[in-house]
């Protein structure tokens, strides 16, 4: 099965390096920009283009890994033939590649990919649907082989999924970045809070977030409240970020 | 050394079973509720009492581990007769104990705790600070029995500290609840989300999060940002949250 993959960004990176891992067969990887083409290419060991019309004809998969934005911008140029053509986007309707090929689907992997950090890839859960049956079984075919963790899922669901991810991934590690803040201005190392953080992600994998809510505003702790957003005075945002979140977490649990 | 704990809460509850782990002597357990005493001083394995006036006096050192707000309720009740006195809270100045005693200090113990959840406390970084010399030196000795990471923190430090463990813990998990939510309501499992969840937490173990920030906002995707408050229409409180961590996180790294 010949695969030809779009993007070379962190996700396209992570899953290139998970398909030669398990010895699938990556023929070609376009980027728009040559040096990331060159350069995961080189590593993978397939052709690099940075050219549309480079673009092989006639692979059995064509799995898109560019941004969202640049979907409507790339994929109208590129001739398919009706081969299989499969995006990894949380966020975009999978009929939208009805456009480009009669055969399509979403291979979407659940997970923040940061370059040069490898992940275990086998754990990631990867949320699959088709256009039809036969698409559907070539996808699950592949991603049972890149993870242990296949799930159907609609693109209906999926956007719910994506915006979840949105909460417990960039909002999570945005609030690390601001206690990261208050550390370093108060002569702290951020490492401090670091099993604090890792106990706060790893309850939840035995209790539900409801059970394993503490602190003061679940505890309706107005001293303490009052202290923090007495403390941000000066810091607006913030100010307005911690008065939002308590009155939410206030409102939920009581 | 006699230690007399007071407090059965859930940092309570953790501090005994750890302070009897180690072989430390804990000889009496005041809580106001009358069954939470009886309970955790039956696993423990010492008096517990519920009366103010059943606190012995001349222990070696009292642990204040009750809620914050009760501490003006409680603590001058209390016959300390100049023990050394030491509360566990993140946002009480040390000196506030100067009321009570003339030996006094803080052990902070830096972790979300849950009763019924058994946390590997030689990790939990405790945070000390003492009246004095021979105060922190009792303190920091058995701090150093309790957890491999034991710090001095002043008060100022530690009211920055106990704010940021509010980002981290308290209001990440708030954003745990929230995704579980969406889940919920689109017929998901929340497990799905674990492995983003733990990767994120762990990622800012090796990388700082400024690095680590992915997702829409910080890409300033407006696509997908536009999406999810127009998803968010019918949830004001949610719709207003993600629009003010998106700007949050678009003005800091952008």
């Known amino acids: 099965m010949n695969i030809v993959l779009l993007g070379a960004g962190n996700l396209a990176t992570s899953l290139a390096l998970r398909v030669k891992e398990v010895g699938l067969n990556i023929v070609q990887i376009y980027s728009r920009t040559v040096s990331s083409a060159v350069e995961l290419s080189s590593v993978i060991g397939c052709e690099g283009v940075s050219s549309i019309d480079d673009i092989i004809e006639g692979a059995d998969i064509y799995i898109v890994a560019i941004s969202d934005r640049a979907h409507v911008e790339v994929?109208?140029?590129?001739?398919?033939n009706n081969s299989l053509v499969v995006h990894t986007s949380g966020s975009i309707d999978m009929e939208t590649l009805s456009a480009y090929s009669n055969r399509y689907g979403v291979?979407?992997?659940l997970q923040t990919f940061t370059k040069g950090r490898l992940v275990d890839f086998s754990e990631i859960p990867i949320c699959i649907e088709a256009s039809d049956?036969?698409?559907?079984?070539?996808?699950?075919r592949i991603s049972n082989i890149l993870s242990n963790?296949?799930?159907?899922?609609?693109?209906?669901?999926?956007?719910?999924l994506h915006l979840s991810a949105v909460y417990v991934c960039n909002f999570v590690n945005y609030l690390y970045g601001v206690a990261e803040e208050f550390m370093?201005?108060?002569s702290q190392d951020f490492d401090i809070l670091r099993p604090l953080i890792q106990e706060t992600a790893s309850k939840i994998m035995s209790i539900s977030p409801k059970e394993a809510q503490t602190g003061p505003a679940v505890r309706f702790d107005t001293n303490i409240i009052d202290m923090h957003l007495n403390r941000?005075?000066?810091e607006k945002e913030q100010q307005e970020i911690?008065?939002?979140l308590s009155e939410a977490i206030y409102n939920r649990y009581n």
Chains 1, 2 share one sequence.
């Open 75 to 80: 994929l109208p140029k590129i001739k398919f």
């Open 242 to 244: 911690y008065k939002i």
């Open 232 to 234: 941000l005075e000066g």
């Open 107 to 109: 291979l979407y992997p």
């Open 149 to 160: 963790d296949v799930r159907r899922v609609s693109s209906k669901q999926r956007r719910e």
């Open 184 to 186: 370093s201005k108060s």
């Open 133 to 140: 049956r036969d698409s559907f079984n070539s996808i699950e």
